[in-house]
């Protein structure tokens, strides 16, 4: 019988404000959590809520934040550039990529965030993601320094370099693996003190690595006007699919699960962001049914996933935390296979 897979469930829990902006920040949406709460615990998720720095530093929200905490969900740190001090860097695009920013700007920041989100739920964050997933190479060092375990910015087969100058993760990992800082993201590093859990992306069909490359190639500029990519899609030839209720049906997302299960993926990660949770906020719900219509989409994969297979619902930390201990005793019994006379 295959190992239970571990379902992880995060939320980027930040601002109303879609775009990135310093003046009118607003976070009503932060309201909406304790019903999300509500869902995930009748579900049996372990939910963890990735925290910006405005969300951590009303004490509304901030009460919010430990009242999750307190029913069994992580809280983690989530890094919006834009409107964490300190500000020293100018408000242009490319800097909403943590990566484009001096290395020592990236760790003032972060600092500043783990500061404050310490303060608020009484104890260290372990989990980090970046805002606009602008992860680099300077990052990992200041994640380090600043104590965090687990990164979780990566989303394989995308890349953001059409975006303001953001990272590309294509060719990264869909397992977990380490980071030690200075080289690739998508280059595990074995001895390294990071530990990165990309979230779940990947194709219609196996192998990955092949239909990525036939995306790709799709999804080139040369052919953007001949609508290639729309047409296979529709002939159901290739589609890329993210785990995620805000651009995936239920069934999409099943047979990404399935994909991924059968390629061998040990946990699957569907995430989302707060805004979503109220009309209007985030391109993907823009009215109250299609508030209604979100929960649903939510409640529905994970009931289908549970029949699909055995499913262990985890936080990002304890699913780092299990997969290296798991990582860790699947070495030891081949290092004895291995030994064992012939």
Known sequence: MSPPILLIVSVDTEEDNWQPCREGVTIENIRELPRLDVLFQQLGVRATYFATYQVAIREWAAATLRQL???????????????????????????????NLPPALQLAKLERLTATLRDVIGTQPLAFRAGRYGLGRETVPALIRSGYQVDSSVTPFVSWEAFDDGPTFVGAPLDMYRLGGGGDVRTPEPGGALMELPMSIGYSRLPFGVWGSVYRLLTARPLHSLHL??????LGLITRILLSPETHSVADMLTLSRRLIEG?????????????????????????????????????????LTRLASVTFATVSEAAAQLQAAGSADQVVAESVSASPT
């Open 229 to 234: 990519l729309g047409i296979a899609s529709r």
């Open 264 to 304: 061998g993926c040990r946990h699957l990660h569907l995430f989302f962001h707060s805004p979503s949770l109220r009309p209007g906020l985030s391109p993907f719900v823009t009215d109250a049914p299609g508030v209604e219509r979100f929960y649903r989409t939510i409640a529905s994969y994970v009931e289908n």
């Open 69 to 99: 905490r307190t029913g069994g969900a992580e809280i983690g740190a989530h890094l919006h550039p834009w409107n964490t001090p300190p500000l020293d860097e100018p408000f242009l695009a490319r800097n909403s990529m943590l990566k």
